[in-house]
């Protein structure tokens, strides 16, 4: 397998280069997002952004999860392999963070699980050492209190992102990854949570729980672009949004999402808000990548 270089380079140049941020979301189908045509609406915050920054704002209507379990399709995410090569190689291969490491930027995650769970303090980790990530949060490590499924709250995962990027150093570039996980298991924590500890709206409610996920999920990605915004940075940074993968929709086809080829499991969605300054530099790579979101 070849890989690209990952020398150490020069420092990344902070008056030029791009923050990272990548919404990593889960379980969320394409045909329940509200940034597609005919779906719920989900996504009013998404929706804003793009209305409001259209020659910045791309959706991709055949974007396609790896597989359909998080264990294998994050790590396939994070390290370009595809999920039908050997599984030894997870936990050998250098990850998106190592890469942004290599150049200069400073590197956060924040996931509301524990990071042993399905070994992906190994799975995601380049070496023994452990993850090469300069601040991670995850369940443990975050000392905030388990909601569901052994997991803090997505508006926590917020919280302590935004207390990050307060006392960071706001000069040097970052690649951030946050991970809000509500849509998981068909949004059962919904209801473990709460209906009044959400702002999930009447209309969403009387659909289902896991339009109400998404939702929420929406609004604490508001939050979090808020700050950027707040704090001038949003027209620096790069954003991605994008599931591990798509749910089985309450066993839609009689199949889990594990074993599920359907389009409720592999048709994902993804969006990326690209600043002008940034595009001018993939038009001299690719001048053709305005045309590939079908």
Not at 154 to 168: A, E
Not at 170 to 194: D, M, R, Y
Request: charged share 20%; with cysteine.
């Amino acid at each position: 397998l070849k890989l690209p270089s990952i020398a150490p380079k020069a420092a990344a140049n902070e008056s030029t280069a791009p923050n990272i941020l990548f919404f990593r979301l889960e379980e969320v189908s394409q045909d329940h997002f509200g940034l597609y045509e005919g779906s719920a609406p989900t996504t009013p915050f998404m929706n804003s952004l793009k209305d409001r920054s259209p020659a910045s704002f791309f959706v991709y209507h055949h974007h396609v999860a790896n597989a359909g379990a998080t264990d294998t399709s994050t790590t396939s995410l994070y390290t370009g392999l595809q999920p039908n090569r050997s599984g030894k190689e997870f936990g050998q291969m250098p990850m998106l963070w190592d890469y942004a490491n290599a150049i200069g930027h400073e590197t956060f995650m924040a996931i509301p699980f524990h990071l042993s769970w399905g070994r992906l303090d190994q799975r995601w980790a380049h070496n023994a050492d452990g993850l090469s990530i300069d601040t991670i949060i995850d369940a443990k490590r975050s000392k905030r209190p388990i909601a569901y499924d052994h997991s803090i709250s997505d508006k926590d995962v917020t919280d302590l992102t935004i207390d990050w990027l307060r006392s960071r150093d706001a000069k040097q570039p970052f690649l951030a990854i946050l991970n809000f996980k509500l849509p998981h298991s068909n949004a059962e924590g919904v209801n473990t949570i709460g209906r009044e500890s959400l702002a999930c709206p009447n209309s969403l409610w009387e659909l289902s729980i896991y339009h109400c996920a998404i939702y929420t999920v929406d609004f604490e990605i508001g939050r979090v672009v808020k700050e950027l915004e707040d704090r001038g940075l949003l027209d620096d940074t790069v954003i991605i949004i994008a599931p591990d993968h798509g749910a089985d929709q309450l066993n839609r086809h009689g199949k889990s999402r594990l074993y599920n080829y359907y389009q409720e499991v592999l048709s994902i969605p993804l969006a990326m808000r690209i600043p002008l300054q940034f595009q001018q530099r993939a038009d001299k790579a690719n001048p053709k990548w305005r045309d590939n979101q079908n």
